[in-house]
């Protein structure tokens, strides 16, 4: 958990700086966005100014963590100011350059203080500070500790944005990375007076009709291999011009075959373009799937990764199950 060195660390270069930018991954979730909005609430509190800049745009679902329009998106002609002007650069919930797009680059480049919280798997130094503990269930649960360090009084805007983040990368509570830890603060954000049920509904039960089509047709095409242990599908392009959904509408899919009996991982394979595919794995505990995810250039948690891999859908799907088989197969003998 986060030590009082790397808290008194974030203070120091906080209270000598004026002026913070924070972003976070491609694709922002809801602890992306959360770690983002309670971040900036502190940082305001302060009397510092604060711009969040992401590089798209926030998922519908998640406008009402962002209540004021504070989130700007990343674009070159308005931004770059921005950009050239910041002290201080908090990079949350993402520790891969690539995954922050053009802004990353420009990052990357300027002389400003990097900091980055994030609690995905690295192996590699990052930022000029990193705050990385892959145990904790979200980047969140990581600023909640450092809030409470400095003693900064939670609003309800800030307690609805770090139970978001709690919420939605714990699976509601569901997956491994849920501890007693958690479930504390969760507690401590609840006793704010927020309403937990109100955020899930807002986050959880605003689906389209197009989402359930494409996932009505998806669940219809599920494929088994290694003795019912891998379930697998492919979401086509043809299916969502089909249903007329896109990608955000995916959110949740690549979990619903884990659930299945036998099931020991799933694989869900999106095609964004003509020679681009995603693939996004989640296993039960038993089998280790970021591995599989680095084979092809990509990362992320032990049970929950992914990876963007260009080729084509024809091309690419054989080579997928080959090593995923492979892996299974590898690891439950
Ligand atoms: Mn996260």
Request: glycine share 6%; charged share 25%.
């Amino acid at each position: 958990m986060l030590t009082q060195d790397e808290a008194q660390k974030l203070m120091q270069i906080i209270s000598e700086n004026n002026t913070f930018l924070i972003t976070t991954h491609h694709n922002p979730d809801g602890d992306a966005l959360g770690s983002e909005i309670a971040m900036s609430e502190y940082l305001k509190s302060l009397g510092k100014d604060v711009y969040i800049v992401n590089n798209l745009e926030t998922p519908d679902n998640y406008q009402f963590l962002d209540v004021n329009k504070e989130i700007l998106i990343y674009e070159k002609h308005k931004h770059l100011q921005l950009v050239t002007a910041a002290d201080v650069f908090f990079i949350l919930d993402i520790s891969d350059w690539p995954r922050l797009r053009e802004l990353g680059e420009l990052i990357k480049k300027s002389p400003a203080h990097k900091i980055c919280i994030d609690h995905h798997h690295v192996d590699y130094k990052f930022a000029d500070i990193d705050i990385i503990y892959e145990e904790v269930s979200s980047t969140g649960e990581l600023l909640y500790e450092f809030l409470k360090f400095v003693n900064f009084p939670l609003n309800q805007k800030t307690a609805t944005a770090l139970y978001t983040c709690i919420l939605t990368d714990t699976g509601s509570f569901r997956f491994s990375n849920t501890s007693d830890k958690t479930h504390s603060v969760a507690s401590e954000l609840l006793k704010t007076g927020i309403k937990s049920r109100e955020i899930f509904c807002q986050i959880y039960e605003q689906n389209s009709k197009s989402k359930m089509a494409l996932m009505g047709e998806a669940l219809s095409h599920l494929n088994y291999d290694c003795n019912g242990k891998l379930a697998w599908f492919v979401l086509t392009n043809e299916m969502f011009t089909k249903h007329g959904a896109n990608c955000w509408d995916t959110e949740g899919f690549s979990e619903l075959p884990r659930t299945i009996k036998g099931v020991e991982v799933s694989l869900m394979i999106t095609e964004l373009k003509k020679n681009e595919i995603k693939i996004s794995l989640r296993s039960n505990g038993k089998i280790v799937i970021n591995t599989i995810a680095q084979t092809f250039g990509g990362g992320g948690h032990n049970f929950a990764a992914g990876a963007k891999i260009n080729k084509s859908l024809v091309e690419a799907l054989p080579l997928v199950l080959k090593e995923i088989k492979r892996k299974i197969c590898d690891d439950l003998i």
